[in-house]
């Protein structure tokens, strides 16, 4: 029946392409969580704050049935481009109780990942190599940004100052690995029961890599790009207390890191 | 079941919740021939319309089935049960509040099919030009998308979950391709799942009855628009995978064409919003920035510098 408007009481901030969704889903088969599909891209748009409201976004949740444990899912909160620290605060401001959930994933995949998603909604060209699009920049390239939303610890940080422990970091390794246990620690992080386990769980749900084809980086062009990542993997591997070389190319491993930084900064990559 | 002492049917035993322009009407149709079944032929829409229920009540229901001959399977098909306009939500929980082991059936388009099915049932009925440009309209974002639930009619997942959520297993999921394939096939899943007997077929099944293709002609979407269109599909869609455990892949007509993606940002902005509107006094700004101060920013965070990103 009927319950009055609830306050969500956890919130999936990210990140973009690192099964969000398929966790939000798979929340929303448990008895006790209320997790509907409504992308609501709240907090990261101030003018939609604006204009709707908090309790507007409150009254979106219409299947909740009294669940003690409520929540959604929008990866934008975690989004460079909508500058988390003003997504963190609002959030804080709303719902400074809330347990937040963020999934980081190998940088490099979760970009590539990010463009066959972008293509596939016409927003990135198709046809071209991933490299050639870096190097050509423009304003489709920058507006979705699928280099910024790889860059997660910087982006998820300021919720970490704001929520402190109320924050769980969720590796998109070890769903890969072990979905049932990552779904767990969802649970036990929400204060979920631990004991259910729906049903599919080692499917792979909103993929979209068999629906487009895409030239993907050579071993060098991932030496390459990874410059761009390298220091927010550091430091959330210093952060997050885990060895995470296995994200960096095999080329930077054997190798070394050039210094590229330079050339990017001359603006002639 | 025989007819109760006062000759009044009992309440639906299923109900075909749609949606629009899905062949609702041609399972209908169906299922009164089959001889454990009643189904009258009319669209009550009853569930989807608050103001009707007060005002004529349940009798007033019930009294639509009054040729009802004691068949043990009794239902009725009314397509706006599910359409966004209808509110799913609440109808699902009125619904449950009459009827709590109702059967019920879906039966789902691909969504761009679906809109220029229904933009002919329009045209038919007046309340769209014979040379109206569909696409201009939703480009546009015309009121009338809105009025006519066009894009929102075709947001299945929005419109399929709260149903999902309160009736499980109750609820039977067709694709309306199926039909055209395998008519037979999806007719026998019906009854199986409304308990009537699975090996009635009646005649000329496979005859499509209630197009209206014949009688109208209404300038047809190219491949490039119905690539653009199916944007505001697209992610309903994806959860609509995700929700029935089904393949979609085949109403995908492909991305949008990226030099045109300025019309496809154009289709988003015409989605209608699934949840409830706001309601007036509740808007207004909340965002004061007053406590920046304390907020370590994070681009103070990481020795990362972005501006190389854009040439």
Redesign the interface.
């Known amino acids: 029946?009927?319950a009055p408007a609830p306050h969500p009481t956890f919130v999936i901030i990210g990140a973009e392409r690192a099964a969000t969704?398929w966790l939000r889903?798979h929340l929303d088969q448990h008895p006790d969580i209320c997790a509907?599909?409504?992308?609501l891209d709240y907090f990261g748009d101030?003018e939609r704050?604006?204009?709707?409201?908090?309790?507007?976004y409150r009254?979106?949740f219409?299947?909740f049935k009294g669940e003690p444990f409520v929540g959604e899912a929008s990866p934008s909160y975690m989004m460079?481009k909508n500058?988390?620290?003003q997504v963190?605060?609002?959030m804080y401001k709303?719902l400074p109780d809330a347990r937040l959930i963020a999934i980081v994933r190998n940088p490099i995949d979760r970009f590539t990942s990010a463009v066959r998603h972008h293509?596939?909604?016409?927003?990135?060209?198709?046809g071209q190599s991933l490299y050639s699009m870096i190097?050509?920049?423009g304003d489709?390239?920058?507006s979705v940004?699928p280099?910024?939303c790889s860059?997660m610890?910087?982006?998820l940080?300021?919720f970490v100052?704001?929520f402190g422990d109320q924050l769980q970091l969720l590796f998109y390794d070890d769903l890969v690995a072990d979905p049932a246990a990552f779904y767990r620690s969802a649970l036990s992080h929400i204060g979920a029961s631990t004991d259910f386990v729906p049903d599919?769980l080692d499917q792979r749900?909103?993929s979209d890599a068999?629906?487009?084809d895409i030239e993907p980086l050579t071993e060098l062009e991932r030496q390459i790009v990874y410059q761009?990542f390298g220091?927010?993997v550091d430091?959330l591997s210093d952060w997050a207390g885990r060895d995470l070389t296995s994200w960096e190319p095999r080329s930077v491993q054997d190798l070394g890191t050039p210094d590229l930084?330079s050339v990017?900064?001359s603006?002639e990559? | 079941m025989s007819p109760s002492s006062a000759g009044q049917a009992p309440l639906p035993s299923f109900l075909v919740i749609g949606a629009e322009r899905s062949a609702t009407r041609w399972l209908r149709f169906n299922l009164d021939r089959h001889p454990e079944v009643f189904s009258p032929p009319v669209e009550i829409n009853w569930f989807s319309d608050a103001e009707m229920m007060r005002a004529r009540g349940r009798r007033w229901y019930q009294s639509q089935f009054d040729a009802w001959e004691g068949e043990p399977v009794l239902g009725e098909s009314s397509a706006r049960y599910l359409k966004l306009a209808s509110?799913p939500?609440q109808v699902a929980?009125r619904i449950q509040r009459s009827i709590p082991d109702v059967r019920l059936v879906a039966i789902l388009r691909q969504p761009v099919d679906r809109l220029e099915s229904a933009v002919r049932m329009y045209v038919k009925q007046g309340r769209l030009a014979a040379d109206v440009d569909v696409y201009d309209l939703i480009c546009r974002n015309d009121p009338i998308v809105a009025e006519l639930d066009l894009i929102g009619a075709g947001l299945y997942?929005?419109c399929l979950?709260?149903f999902l959520?309160t009736f499980g297993e109750q609820l039977l999921v067709l694709d309306h391709a199926d039909i055209g394939r395998k008519p037979h096939e999806v007719y026998a899943s019906v009854l199986r799942h409304l308990d009537a007997d699975p090996t009635f077929v009646p005649p000329d099944l496979d005859r499509v009855r209630f197009s209206d293709r014949p009688t109208v002609s209404v300038p047809e979407l190219d491949d490039e628009q119905r690539?653009?269109v199916y944007?505001a599909f697209?992610?309903d869609v994806?959860?609509l995978?995700?929700?029935i455990?089904r393949d979609l892949?085949a109403w995908?007509p492909g991305?949008?064409?990226?030099d045109?993606?300025a019309e496809?940002d154009a289709v988003l902005a015409a989605v209608p919003f699934?949840?409830?509107?706001?309601?007036p006094g509740?808007?207004?700004?909340?965002?004061d920035d007053d406590?920046?101060d304390d907020?370590?920013?994070?681009?103070d965070?990481?020795?990362?510098?972005?501006s190389?990103?854009?040439?």
């Open positions: 029946m009927a969704r889903f509907p599909p409504l992308h101030p704050m604006a204009t709707l409201g908090f309790r507007w009254r979106q219409t299947t460079w500058q988390p620290a963190a605060r609002r709303a293509i596939r909604w016409g927003r990135l060209p198709q190097l050509q920049g489709a390239f920058t940004d280099i910024g860059v610890f910087s982006s940080y300021p100052d704001r599919g749900l909103f068999d629906a487009v761009f220091p927010d430091l930084t990017f900064l603006g990559l | 509110s939500d929980a997942a929005s979950y709260p959520q690539r653009i944007t697209r992610l994806e959860e995978e995700a929700q455990g892949s995908d991305p949008p064409p990226f045109r993606r496809a699934t949840g409830p509107a706001p309601e509740e808007t207004g700004p909340v965002d406590d920046d907020v370590v920013d994070a681009a965070v990481p020795p990362i510098t972005r190389a990103v854009a040439p």
